[in-house]
């Protein structure tokens, strides 16, 4: 699979099959990564967030990605959670923004794509990101929206939704991750965590409609 990809037709059947991840140094790294630190409810999370904002990219007609930085980037994106990779001084994104920039210098990306890892964790929190922008940061954003808040529900089909959610499924996810961004917006009150918390996102884990599929 190349940075760009070849774009599949916006109109027919999506399927896990469709997406397959990445075979490279960067992309098996941050899945080991992902599995030796974070728990199993928050890995599958980032896997989910990558399937769905693939498949966003598939609906919405949006082309010409990077999907290795994507794939990177989603299995990612809380990693800053963890115990070993939290800081107490910056947000938990851009702590997990940095440990993709040093998995990347490891797998030999260029500088200037390394930081690319960095600006779309860091936006996935973001309220908006303009896709004209930064298409990877926009369909991350967009992703976790519907995995954590449950933002855009019937914008993929169904089958592929519980198609994804059989292969990942989210066990204790609302719980987990409640927990954790509360920990994080008491901590670091000027952090997006803050605004996640008082947005109601907690709530909005426990109802998000992909919970009673």
């Not at 991350?140 to 449950?150: V, Y």
């Not at 169904?158 to 198609?163: A, Y």
């Not at 989210?170 to 008491?186: H, I, P, S, T, Y």
Request: hydrophobic share 45%; with cysteine.
């Amino acid at each position: 699979m190349g940075e760009s990809g070849s774009p599949l037709d916006p109109g027919g059947p999506v399927r896990i099959s469709d997406f397959p991840a990445p075979d490279t140094l960067a992309a098996r790294g941050a899945l080991a990564l992902a599995r030796q630190y974070q728990s199993p409810a928050i890995t599958a999370h980032g896997l989910r967030s990558w399937l769905w904002a693939e498949a966003f990219a598939r609906v919405d007609g949006i082309t010409g990605i990077d999907h290795e930085l994507l794939y990177v980037a989603a299995v990612l994106h809380d990693i800053g959670t963890v115990t070993e990779f939290d800081n107490h001084t910056i947000s938990y994104e851009h702590a997990g923004g940095h440990v993709g920039v040093a998995l990347t210098a490891g797998a030999g990306w260029p500088a200037e794509r390394r930081a690319r890892v960095l600006e779309v964790i860091v936006r996935h929190n973001w309220p908006h990101v303009d896709v004209k922008r930064d298409a990877e940061g926009h369909l991350l954003e967009i992703a976790t929206g519907l995995d954590i808040s449950g933002a855009r529900p019937d914008a993929l089909p169904e089958d592929f939704r519980r198609e994804v959610l059989a292969a990942h499924p989210r066990g204790a996810l609302a719980e987990e991750f409640g927990a954790c961004v509360r920990d994080q917006a008491a901590r670091k009150p000027d952090t997006a965590a803050r605004r996640l918390v008082d947005g109601g996102v907690v709530a909005k884990l426990a109802v998000n409609p992909l919970e009673r599929l």
